[in-house]
C-alpha cells in the first residue's frame, strides 16, 4: 500500500492534516484531537506496516474497514 492511499483514507475519515518537518504530515480528528497520527513519506513510497497499522487503527474503525477500503480503491 501506497502512502498515497493512507492518506485518501485519513481523508475520508474526516481527518484534517497540517506539515510537519520534512516529509512528515501530522493527520488529527475532531473527535480525537490528542491522537495524531503521523506519516512520513512521499506519495509513491511504499507504506510501512506501522504506518497501516496506525492508519488502520486511528478513530474507532477496525482493521478490516481499513484493508475493504484499500481493496475497493483496487477495484476502481
Given at each position: 500500500?501506497k ?40 506519495n ?16 474507532h ?11 475497493k480503491?483496487?477495484?476502481?
Amino acid at each position: 500500500m501506497k502512502i498515497r492511499r493512507l492518506k485518501t483514507i485519513l481523508k475520508r475519515r474526516g481527518y484534517t492534516v497540517r506539515s510537519g518537518k520534512g516529509s512528515h504530515c501530522i493527520w488529527t480528528h475532531p473527535s480525537l484531537p490528542g491522537r495524531p497520527i503521523v506519516l512520513a513519506g512521499g506519495n509513491n513510497e511504499d507504506a510501512h506496516p506501522y504506518q497501516i497499522a496506525r492508519v488502520c487503527r486511528g478513530q474507532h474503525h477496525h482493521r478490516s474497514t481499513c484493508l475493504y477500503d484499500s481493496q475497493k480503491h483496487h477495484e476502481q
